[in-house]
């Protein structure tokens, strides 16, 4: 959506001499009326949401909205918003009402083909540039095994400028969508997307880096998970089978063929799976595991590399 200036959003909506129209909205009790409108819905994070939907409804920016909390908010802005809010309320996520979300500082389209990338994936990205360390500058080969939308990969291009990436996902529109980010943010010439069951189909020893924040949630638990996510995710994207650990097992055992010498391997994992994702990598032959916290604290990656 255009950005357009404060002003010229409130010229758009100006009160004329005879309107007999109620009270004009103005943008601070527009958001007031939303984060009370969510907040009754039982949005959790009802506040930012709103936030985030009358500026992407307004076309403004958030300065617009601490510096002129008093301008009019046009009648096809408040009718856009009126929508979203229904489509909130009803428990879609705010990423798939504007078929957007922010990830590691690059905007990123999201359908519902792909997982609604989420921050804590950024610390699966943190880890794998401090395992690389000095290596950073190297012309690296990277591995994103169920890429989704591609925001792993994208996430490692923008910061390894002489790196080459392959993307892999079993979905073809999660291929799509990958595709598309990544030519968006200027990767298409050093990335690859490949439609494939993990890596079956990928020549051994190839890569320096293989990340992967595959499904891992028990088959079980998935009937009772948040609507946002039980209706709004791809249930490919979050089915680990029974326990969980299904394409870990999978992953790590295909290391040792994937990795080149001196090669990391990271995985994020869900709560409480650190232990046993360690294990199959430790089983797998890698050394050197480590395992690093979201900003929860939560255990969120499992870190390996082989030894050359
Ligand atoms: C949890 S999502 C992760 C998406 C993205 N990497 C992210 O972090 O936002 C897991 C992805 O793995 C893909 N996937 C599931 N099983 C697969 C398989 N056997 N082979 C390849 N990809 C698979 C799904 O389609 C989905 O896109």
């Known amino acids: ?178 595709r598309r980010n990544l030519a968006a943010h200027g990767f298409a010439a050093r990335s690859l997307v490949i439609q494939g069951d993990w890596a079956a189909a990928l020549a051994p020893g190839a890569f320096d880096a293989v990340v992967s924040n595959p499904p891992y949630i028990e088959s079980a638990v998935i009937p009772g998970l948040d609507r946002d996510v039980r209706e709004h995710d791809p249930l490919a994207a979050l089915d680990g089978g029974p326990d969980g650990l299904a394409a870990y097992r999978l992953l790590a055992a295909d290391l040792p063929r994937l990795l080149a010498p001196g090669g990391v391997a990271a995985f994020e994992v869900g709560r409480g799976q650190d232990g046993d994702v360690a294990g199959l990598m430790r089983a797998a032959g890698l050394a050197g595991i480590t395992t690093h916290p979201d900003l929860a604290g939560i255990a969120r990656v499992v870190m390996g590399r082989v030894v050359p």
């Open 1 to 178: 959506m255009p950005r357009s200036s404060p002003r010229a959003c409130a010229a758009s909506w100006r009160r004329r001499p005879g309107d007999t129209a109620g009270p004009v909205p103005d943008l601070g009790a527009t958001l007031r009326d939303a984060v009370r409108r969510l907040r009754a819905a039982g949005v959790d994070g009802a506040e930012g949401d709103a936030r985030i939907l009358l500026l992407a409804a307004t076309g403004l920016d958030r300065v617009a909205l601490i510096r002129d909390p008093d301008l009019p908010v046009t009648p096809e802005a408040a009718l856009r918003l009126e929508a979203w809010l229904a489509r909130r309320a009803d428990r879609e996520p705010v990423s798939r009402i504007l078929g957007r979300r922010d990830f590691w500082g690059l905007g990123l389209v999201v359908t519902p083909d792909v997982l609604d990338p989420r921050p804590d994936t950024e610390t699966l990205v943190a880890a794998v540039l401090d395992g690389l360390g000095a290596r950073r500058g190297a012309p690296l080969r990277l591995l994103d095994l169920g890429t989704g939308s591609g925001a792993i990969l994208c996430a490692l291009l923008a910061e390894l400028p002489a790196a080459t990436g392959w993307a892999l996902d079993r979905s073809a529109g999660a291929c799509a969508v990958a």
